[in-house]
Structure formats: structure tokens, C-alpha cells
């Protein structure tokens, strides 16, 4: 049973969270509304009108408060619909972290294992760059979460005025390092910074500056950009 969850894990998590939170809301935007159906040898995930092409993350049982990495699942290991999920894998054996290379995790000792498994989910969804993870039902008691593997899936861009938002949005989602969540975001998107713990300076596309400051305890105390004032 996890209790909560390694370092190495939540670091890996935290280095996504702005910039897959902002995926995330793009890929909420984009998928109709509708009920889903999904042919997994052919990697295909149906919503309403829409068809994607699709991997899968990994499943959660309610029941038994359990993640299953899509790589472990039995029916599914090796196929091509489990190919991201092996990424991840990958990731983790490379880095030793151990969330990644389990194949069962058992999320019972947390206080939320759902949020727990959310956790999962997202950090999933960042080691493989994916554009968001759908989380849908597939039975009364278990979650299956894909991950889509398609350019029709719109990828969020840096935008300067939601800039502030995102950054805020992603360092309340782990809450351990707000320079890790404000580097990691920079670093997705191929931005160039510079700074130091007090400080972070990007310079954003279209020749603008964001300057993102932390106060004594290591939180965002603010987000400026200069060029639109």
C-alpha cells in the first residue's frame, strides 16, 4: 500500500503541472459532448462526432482503490494501445521512480485515492507529452484513462494572458515547488529563462517578458509582463 507518494515521482509531476493544466483545459474544450465507445486494437476512442486516435494510460478500480498501468494489464500488454503507457515505463525504470514501474499501485492509504489516481493520471499524461488524458467510466466501478495520440487534438501555446493563471493554477495543484512548476512550464514550451530563487525571468514569443517573483517561502508572489504594460 502507498501512503503517499516518492519525491522523484512528485518532482516529475510538479515539472508538469502548469503547462498539462492548460492542456487540459484545451482538450476539455475540444471534445464534444456525447457517450464514448473504444475499439483498442484499432487505438480508436469515439466521443460524440469525434474520432482519435488513442492510448491507454491506465485503469482505476473504485472498488479495490487501484491504479493498473495500461503496460501491466494483462489483455492488453504489448499491443500498440499500451505503447505510451510503456513509455512511461520506460521513463520510470531510466529514473528510478517507482509510481511509473509498479505495475498495480495500491492507493488505498490515501485520504482521496481518486485525487490520488487523478495524480497519476497527470503525471502519465506529462512523461509521455501527451495533449491531456480523457478519464471516462467503464463499468460501475472502474475509470479507464486514455491518452490521445493525435494531431487533431489542439496543443495549448503560451498565451500572455493566461499566463498568470496557468502558473498559479499548476503550483496549487502538487503544492511543493512553485519554481519547479514556473521552470518546468518554461522548459515545455521551449521558452529560454533565467533566475534564481527569488526569481524567474522568460522570454516569451512575440519579443514579450514575463518576470514571475516567489516570496521567502518559495510561492508565486507575482507575474508581470512588462511589454503590455
Known amino acids: 500500500m502507498i501512503t503517499q507518494f516518492g519525491d522523484a515521482f512528485l518532482y516529475e509531476a510538479e515539472r508538469h503541472a502548469a503547462w498539462g493544466a492548460a492542456q487540459l483545459e484545451a482538450l476539455t474544450d475540444f471534445l464534444p459532448d456525447g457517450p464514448w465507445t473504444a475499439d483498442l486494437p484499432a487505438c480508436v476512442y469515439r466521443q460524440g462526432d469525434l474520432e482519435l486516435r488513442v492510448a491507454v494510460l491506465g485503469t482505476y478500480d473504485m472498488t479495490e482503490r487501484s491504479w493498473l498501468w495500461g503496460w501491466a494489464n494483462p489483455g492488453l500488454r504489448g499491443t500498440p494501445v499500451v505503447a505510451l503507457a510503456e513509455q512511461v515505463e520506460r521513463f520510470g525504470r531510466a529514473r528510478g521512480i517507482d509510481e511509473f514501474t509498479e505495475e498495480l499501485l495500491d492507493l488505498s492509504g490515501f485520504p482521496d485515492p481518486r485525487l490520488a489516481a ?14 491531456g488524458y480523457i478519464g471516462v ?3 460501475p466501478d472502474t475509470q ?3 491518452l490521445p495520440d493525435d ?8 498565451d500572455p494572458i493566461t499566463l498568470p493563471r496557468m502558473l498559479t493554477t499548476g503550483a496549487g495543484l502538487i503544492g511543493r515547488s512553485a519554481h519547479r512548476v514556473v521552470t518546468g512550464y518554461f522548459e515545455h514550451h521551449g521558452v529560454p529563462w533565467q533566475g534564481d530563487a527569488r526569481q524567474v525571468v522568460a522570454e516569451l514569443p ?11 517561502e518559495g ?9 503590455l504594460s
Open 137 to 139: 467510466a467503464a463499468g
Open 206 to 216: 512575440g519579443g514579450l517578458r514575463a518576470e514571475v517573483e516567489f516570496d521567502a
Open 118 to 131: 487523478e495524480t497519476v493520471a497527470f503525471a502519465g499524461m506529462g512523461v509521455a507529452g501527451a495533449p
Open 151 to 158: 494531431a487533431q487534438v489542439p496543443r495549448a501555446t503560451v
Open 144 to 146: 479507464v484513462y486514455f
Open 219 to 227: 510561492r508565486i508572489a507575482a507575474v508581470r509582463l512588462p511589454a
